[in-house]
Nanobody
């Protein structure tokens, strides 16, 4: 079975940086879409960034220019580098995968497009 495990969350001052990791196990297909999502207090889960097996990336407008998604496929690891963190970035962050290339690409930021999810890692931002 496919399993995902996030790590790297924690507390950070506004303006600081964190790197989240997602380890994917039991997944051996060459075609996929990976995504990072987050859910803050009182909010719906929202897409943050995605990357696919062709290394095509997509970012939500709220994080564009501050966050970078990447992958090291040989180790089945996906990363989210977060810079210039804001109070509004505080949330539980989840990684997810689906074994296809999602089209149209805007659907890669929609939670319903993904089949398998990690348990989440919490990011707290303080002023």
């Amino acid at each position: 079975q496919v399993q995902l495990m996030e790590s790297g969350g924690g507390s950070v001052q506004a303006g600081g940086s964190l790197r989240l990791s997602c380890v994917v196990s039991g997944y051996h297909t060459s075609t996929y879409t990976l995504g990072w999502f987050r859910q803050g207090p009182g909010k719906e889960r929202e897409g943050v960034a995605s990357i696919d097996s062709d290394a095509t990336t997509l970012y939500a407008e709220a994080v564009k220019g501050r966050f970078t998604i990447s992958q090291f496929s040989a180790e089945n690891i996906m990363y989210l580098h977060m810079n210039s963190l804001k109070l509004e970035d505080a949330a539980v962050y989840y990684c997810a995968v689906t074994p296809s290339l999602i089209y149209p690409r805007q659907r890669r930021l929609i939670p319903a497009s993904f089949a398998t999810w990690g348990q989440g890692t919490r990011v707290t931002v303080s002023s």
